[in-house]
């Protein structure tokens, strides 16, 4: 199993941007997620790379955000535009398909 450390996230107005960033002990060889949380809800995958830098999306994230990693640097990056209020939840990386050791977090709030 893995650990992930996120970051970057905040309160955002509808329209703007985050970038939130992952620090993972992980193999170059992982396919690598991104998943949120909102409140009230099941977590959610959102959006996953493979080692080949190949990326998949949720239909509800498509066209407005990217995944991205530095295997070099055990990071990977969720470049988040065009924010919704619906995006509002905690965000967190993990393998895809995901274990069960989550990190804490980074809270996205989109609000005006």
């Known amino acids: 199993q893995g650990q992930f450390v996120e970051s970057g996230g905040g309160l955002v107005q509808p329209g703007g941007s985050l970038r939130l960033s992952c620090a993972a002990t992980?193999?170059?060889?992982?396919?690598m997620g991104w998943y949120r949380q909102a409140p009230g809800k099941q977590r959610e995958w959102i959006a996953s790379?493979?080692?080949?830098?190949?990326?998949f999306y949720a239909d509800s994230v498509k066209g407005r955000f990217t995944i991205s990693r530095d295997n070099a640097n055990k990071m990977v990056y969720l470049q988040m535009n065009s924010l919704k209020p619906e995006d509002t939840a905690v965000y967190y990386c993990?393998?895809?398909?995901?274990?069960?050791?989550w990190g804490q977090g980074t809270q996205v709030t989109v609000s005006s």
């Open positions: 790379i493979n080692a080949r830098l190949t990326t």
């Open positions: 992980m193999s170059p060889i992982f396919l």
């Open positions: 993990n393998y895809h398909p995901p274990t069960n050791s």
